[in-house]
């Protein structure tokens, strides 16, 4: 049903394309919640603005709030705006994401649908720093890493794909590196959708191991090559037999 109900976004009448285009976002996006992103990382101690449980005063930070507070005006004492203030307080690393399509070869049914259920997870696990790459022979960034964009609206558009060319990884893996270096995140992982069998010229493993955390998603039976490059790099692979598997996929690569 979800492969049919991908084929229909490309439908010729309007209104059924229309339909087809809002029903499978909604549907896509529910399927893809399995909980959020557990941060992982060692915390540090930060300056940040003032909370009760926040953490211990930071003065330095505080003084300009603390001297304006104990100022007299009309001759009462001024109270201390808690909004001037600043505690130092252990901050967790945050995580984002970058996820990596294979539009090449067939793209249509099932691959598209697993596609668009891949996009909607990723929207879901880290809705503020997250970023969608397409690729085949170009890279095409359907949501960059620092600009917002509604998750409906990702999913519809990873939904227009259609499959054709070659197989740049290596490309898509550079393109990846260069999105999440634009995150401030604590754990910056590339998801890569794939089978991971390049046609275009370039150093797959290089571009691979110059990435922080990969993780492979490969599909089910057609995963040798996905295989062989996780094990030379070290990256975590799964693979999937179709839309329904790739949320659970992601959430057992994560957690």
């Known amino acids: 049903m979800m492969a049919m109900l991908a084929d229909l976004t ?9 339909l087809a285009q809002r029903l499978a976002a909604q549907l896509f996006l529910d399927v893809s919640k399995r909980g959020p992103v557990k941060p992982r990382g060692i915390g540090k101690i930060v300056s940040q603005p003032y909370s009760p449980d926040g953490g211990d005063l930071d003065i330095d930070s505080s003084l300009e709030a603390i001297a304006l507070g104990g100022s007299v005006a009309s001759g009462r004492r001024r109270a201390i705006d808690p909004e001037g203030l600043h505690v130092r307080g252990w901050s967790k690393p945050g995580t984002a994401l970058c996820l990596m399509v294979d539009r090449s070869g067939s793209m249509g049914g099932k691959p598209l649908a697993t596609s668009a259920v891949a996009a909607a997870a990723v929207a879901w696990r880290a809705p503020a720093d997250y970023s969608v790459l397409a690729f085949g022979k170009d890279i095409v960034v359907a949501k960059s890493q620092d600009v917002y964009k509604d998750s409906e609206k990702v999913v519809n558009d990873v939904l227009t794909l259609r499959g054709f060319g070659t197989t740049d990884v290596a490309g898509a893996l550079q ?25 275009v010229d370039g150093d797959v493993r290089a571009a691979a191991a110059a990435l922080d955390e990969l993780l492979i998603i490969a599909p089910a039976g057609d995963s040798d090559e996905a295989e062989q490059l996780a094990a030379s790099v070290g990256a975590r692979l799964r693979t999937v037999a179709g839309p329904t598997d790739v949320a659970g996929a992601l959430a057992e690569l994560l957690d």
């Not at 490309?10 to 229309?18: G, I, Q």
């Not at 604590?186 to 991971?196: E, F, T």
Request: aromatic share 0%.
């Open 175 to 199: 393109v990846a590196q260069l999105q999440l270096m634009r995150s401030r995140a604590g754990r910056r992982i590339a998801v890569l959708l794939s089978d991971c069998r390049a046609t």
């Open 10 to 18: 490309a439908a010729t009448d309007p209104r059924l394309r229309a």
